[in-house]
């Protein structure tokens, strides 16, 4: 009798609900553990496929990396020298007011590119960052070429509308490389970034575009001196022009979009809501009877009377 009573004791007292309660804490703390145990594992196991997988070689030598080097290469050849020689231009004559322009040219153009760095950090997510590259790429051998107008025709200009007139319209065209050097200054930073995601190389990457752009503004303002001593201020740009049309169709019709697929917003149709509202209610108000409603009530058809076969 002694052990069953004791036996009914025990049980008795872990039958308690303070036995259930600490039973149940202890294995909820105990598949915490095992969760966070298992998550650290896997963590390490993909962080150690991800450094064994992508290496400095594999990550600078991807097809888009290089595409997009050469391209921010080709864009700093063309772009750098441009406003120099604009400079240089425009103070040959009046090397006072030239100094003037100059510096109001560059106040300007430098309060633009705020403003587009300002829209490509909003915008890009939205529009995509090719597009708003080629806009950038674009611009460039477009005021390359209309500063090259200018230029050649300075003297009839002058004798037009006065010689101030022809200086301003000149460092107006800097409007240009205020859109280009704004969305090209952010863009790229942004480029670097969709490109290195997976690699943990983003250093080492911008390290690489910076360095192209590097290069290529050493190389610009050399190729810029020579043609425009040798040959003239209009020879100079329409060369520029040509050499930035190089990169630009190079992104158009080699580089792909670089922006990733979770940043992209999702696209709402609510354009095309309101249009088939407007639609229903012009409908309506022509004379159709409203669609009748699904959930309202009908009544229980009346009960027949069954035969007897």
Avoid at 49 to 66: F, Q, T
Avoid at 277 to 293: E, H, T, Y
């Amino acid at each position: 009798s002694t052990p069953l009573r004791n036996n009914c004791s025990t049980l008795q007292k872990d039958d308690t609900p303070e036995a259930h309660s600490t039973s149940s804490t202890q294995a909820i703390q105990q598949q915490k553990l095992d969760f966070r145990t298992a998550s650290s594992h896997r963590i390490l196991e993909a962080s150690e496929r991800i450094r064994e997988a992508i290496s400095p070689i594999v990550a600078v030598m991807n097809r888009e990396m290089l595409l997009f080097c050469g391209i921010v290469f080709g864009f700093h050849l063309a772009n750098s020298a441009v406003l120099p020689l604009v400079m240089h231009a425009v103070q040959l004559e009046d090397p006072q007011s030239g100094v003037l322009l100059s510096g109001l040219c560059i106040l300007v153009a430098q309060s633009v590119m705020m403003v587009m760095s300002k829209i490509v950090g909003d915008y890009s997510p939205h529009w995509g960052r090719k597009k708003l590259l080629l806009i950038a790429l674009f611009s460039l051998p477009v005021r390359c070429f209309v500063v090259s107008t200018l230029t050649a025709e300075e003297e009839r200009v002058a004798s037009a509308y006065g010689r101030h007139i022809c200086k301003v319209l000149i460092l107006s065209t800097q409007l240009f490389d205020a859109v280009g050097a704004g969305i090209f200054g952010t863009l790229y930073i942004l480029i670097t970034n969709d490109l290195s995601i997976g690699t943990g190389r983003f250093s080492l990457l911008l390290g690489i575009t910076t360095a192209a752009m590097c290069l290529g503004c050493t190389f610009s303002s050399a190729i810029g001196a020579v043609l425009a001593e040798d040959f003239g201020y209009d020879i100079a740009f329409n060369v520029l022009g040509l050499i930035a049309l190089v990169p630009a169709f190079v992104c158009l019709f080699h580089m792909p979009e670089t922006l990733p697929a979770y940043v992209r917003p999702k696209k709402r149709k609510k354009r095309r809501r309101k249009l088939a509202d407007i639609l229903k209610m012009l409908n309506l108000g022509a004379g159709d009877s409203p669609p009748a409603a699904t959930n309202a009530y009908q009544p229980s058809p009346t009960p027949k009377q069954f035969e007897l076969v």
